[in-house]
């Protein structure tokens, strides 16, 4: 029996994932560990709540009290690591979260891991992080497991640290870790601060769109449940100390993106001329040019591959985004409002 903490677990990929698993796995157990910053949302777990095998705790990673009574009360043996500030624009307004939430907090994750673990078998890492470590692409290339890491932002690069922390804990530690490095996620419960959910949102509110720089910039699209189902697979069948790259080759520029965003919506809710509200706006400073993932070692070594393709994943969540709209509007209140006017005022 796995009795597994999921660190960050009512955020967009954590709660995916928790539904994912319980969904499949009858014999494991979830202790859900989320701060419930302003990312994080309970009522995306809402129909699994009540499960005998599901137990969720408000609290902070960045507390070791907190997580080692985790570990003694259901006998934690793995650990499914996602809790993070996870956007770019955000750790371009204030870092200091970042570097607490992201470095410091995984660093204590590892230490109860470290202590609590001495004389447990069958235990395991699994650090849930980001291709942005790589930094950014020209042109042409891929990133591999090899690439050397290049972070851009604040938010990268403290990611990169929380990738180098775990890495040095299996080869100083022996502690049984892997690192999945993964491209842009979209899909459902994701929050409406990141391109996508933020321009569905736009779209349906016919209000100006922006789009950074020339929306010229690349990213590699892949479907929240093909990343659920890439981290199932490296918790069950990789071996200690490994990292694999998961991603899903569908490179698209942010234009391209917004227009078919555009046109899904006019489609769906009988709407036409949205693409009329695309504005393009000042820069992101540091503004990674292209992501693009070579996914061959999963694929090859684990027999992973996308379910999703593109066309099937965004109608599916542009419809989830016109149907839970309560789930969007109960977030546009003080907190996010602050937010939009602090990075759009001056763009919008
Ligand atoms: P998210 O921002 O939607 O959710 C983050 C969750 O972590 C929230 O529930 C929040 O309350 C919680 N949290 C934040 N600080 C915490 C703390 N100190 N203690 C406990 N909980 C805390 O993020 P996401 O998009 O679901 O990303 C999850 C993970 O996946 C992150 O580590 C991110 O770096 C990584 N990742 C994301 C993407 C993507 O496209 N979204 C792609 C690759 C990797
Ligand atoms: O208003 C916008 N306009 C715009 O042009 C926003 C919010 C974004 N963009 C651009 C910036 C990026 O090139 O769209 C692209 C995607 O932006 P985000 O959704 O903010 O994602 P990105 O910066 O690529 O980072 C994401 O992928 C990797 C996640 O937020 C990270 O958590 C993950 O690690």
Redesign the pocket.
């Given at each position: 029996m796995k009795n597994i903490l999921v660190?960050?677990?009512?955020?967009?990929?954590?709660?995916?994932f928790i539904l994912y698993m319980l969904e499949k796995h009858k014999d494991i157990k979830i202790v859900n560990?989320?701060?419930?910053?302003?990312?994080?949302?309970p009522a995306n777990l809402i129909e699994i709540e009540d499960n005998d095998n599901y137990f969720f705790v408000r609290?902070?990673?960045?507390?070791e009290k907190v997580i080692l009574d985790i570990f003694e009360n259901h006998n934690v043996n793995t650990v499914v690591?996602?809790?993070?500030?996870?956007?770019v624009d955000r750790s371009i307004l204030g870092p200091e979260?970042f570097i607490?939430?992201?470095v410091f907090?995984t660093f204590c994750l590892l230490e109860v891991c470290r202590k609590f673990w001495k004389d447990v078998s069958d235990k395991k890492f699994l650090h849930?992080?980001?291709?942005?470590v790589y930094g950014s692409l020209g042109e042409t290339g891929l990133f591999t497991e090899n690439t050397s890491y290049d972070p851009s932002s604040p938010?990268s690069a403290s990611?990169a640290s929380s990738d180098h922390i775990v890495r040095s804990y299996n080869r100083t530690f022996g502690l049984p870790i892997n690192i999945?490095?993964?491209?842009?996620?979209?899909g459902p419960?994701?929050?409406p601060e990141?391109l996508i959910p933020l321009v569905i949102d736009r779209i349906i509110d016919k209000k100006e769109i922006p789009v950074y720089g020339k929306g010229d910039n690349v990213r590699d699209w892949?479907f929240?449940k093909d990343?659920c189902k890439a981290i199932e697979t490296v918790l069950v069948n990789a071996s200690d100390g490994e990292t694999y790259n998961?991603g899903g080759n569908n490179e698209i520029t942010n234009i391209d993106i917004v227009r078919t965003l555009c046109d899904l919506v006019d489609e769906f809710t009988k709407s036409n001329n949205s693409q009329n509200l695309i504005k393009f706006v000042k820069d992101r400073p540091g503004h990674d040019k292209r992501y693009a993932i070579d996914a061959s070692k999963i694929k090859n070594e684990l027999d992973w591959s996308p379910e999703y393709n593109f066309k099937t994943g965004i109608r599916e969540t542009v419809l989830w985004y016109i149907n839970n709209r309560k789930w969007v509007e109960n977030i546009k209140t003080g907190d996010y409002l602050k937010y939009f006017e602090d990075q759009y005022n001056e763009r919008l």
């Open positions: 660190t960050g677990g009512c955020g967009f990929i954590g709660s995916n560990l989320d701060k419930l910053t302003y990312a994080g949302n609290g902070d990673i960045c507390n690591h996602f809790a993070a500030e996870s956007h979260e607490r939430t992201n907090g849930v992080s980001t291709d942005e938010y990611k999945t490095n993964c491209s842009n996620n979209y419960y994701q929050f990141k892949l929240v990343h998961v």
